[in-house]
């Protein structure tokens, strides 16, 4: 792997980079849409890659480990020709289910005993087999096994939880050093930062993970229901900490506006299911702020989606997607799909393009207030 920064704001810590992974290069800052089964959800590879432009996609292990399973995938030569992305792939390792998994599961030392969520089967993760899944997996960036806290929790629970996933990452880095690639190219480990939204914790927290000399670092652990201005002060804190010359991956997050805050800290990578689940549910994010389309508002209203998109969200009509939604037609979830993660994709490399040109923060300062109307 290799990360460069190309261009820095002189007004934030925002950065444009250049990531480059087994599978190809990857443009920084970077959304990942989310293909937990290794699958976006009613989107096909051909329009990921050529009508919203994504690089890298995240998918899950413990999803993929469930289903189909890993004799399968290994079968068919690792993710990428399973499922025909031949770009970057990054998984998750499973911390976060195994979080909202909470009455199916039991969390020990040695690893986390869990109930499947498809038929109530019992399944062990450790630290090394994770890493083994996702190593059969085949993915780019492969996610070292943490605890992901809940919010709110206790300080002790966040300590002693931190200080679980220092361990399991340690045993994660020595198994991960002593294991080959499957699949003949370079796979890369990413330790996660966790310590709740406790500042003394985070601090800790970072501290070990730098010393650990990853590649990449991510911060784990937010996201999960605290108070944005506290999602904001933890990953100042840690990116202030963090090496520059390795991207910094913020797991889980969030809404264009949380986005374009977490850039101005000097994020590089995001991913998030927001984009995906709420189109699903007929939530739009658009240029001049959030629609509802199931609203009435949009009955005959013959606009594009949105007047300031790409051209894909100027095929399509407000009044025609609100038809398809009420009318529970599937293609209604898939344009508005295909919607929400271009126009996340085209916030990302507008960004970019602000960070490179130096009109970064000011950019940011009045784009992101109007991100969050509600239209």
Known sequence: MQFSVQSTDSKSRARAGLLELAHGMVETPIFMPVGTVGAVKGVGHDTLKEVIGAQLILANAYHLYLRPGMDVIQNAGGLHKFSTWDKPILTDSGGYQVYSLSPMRKITEEGVHFRSHIDGSSHFFSPENVIEIQLQIGADIIM?????????????????SMHRTHRWLDRCTSHFKNTR???????????????????????????????????????????????ADEMYAMTSLVTDILPKEKPRYLMGVGTPANILECIALGIDMFDCVLPTRNARHGLLYTWDGVINIKNEKWRNDHTVLDTQGSSWSKTYSRAYLRHLVQSNEMLGAMIASVHNLGFYLDLVRTARKHIIEGTFFQWKEKTAPRLEQRL
């Open 144 to 160: 070292a096994f943490d605890e992901c806290t809940p919010w709110p929790c206790t300080y002790e629970y966040a300590e002693n």
């Open 181 to 227: 690639s499957c699949y003949g190219y370079e796979q890369v480990l990413a330790p996660i930062i966790q310590g709740s939204t406790f500042a003394e914790l985070r601090k800790i927290s970072t501290e070990y993970v730098v010393a650990c000399d990853l590649p990449l670092n991510a911060i784990g652990g937010l996201s999960v229901g605290e108070p």
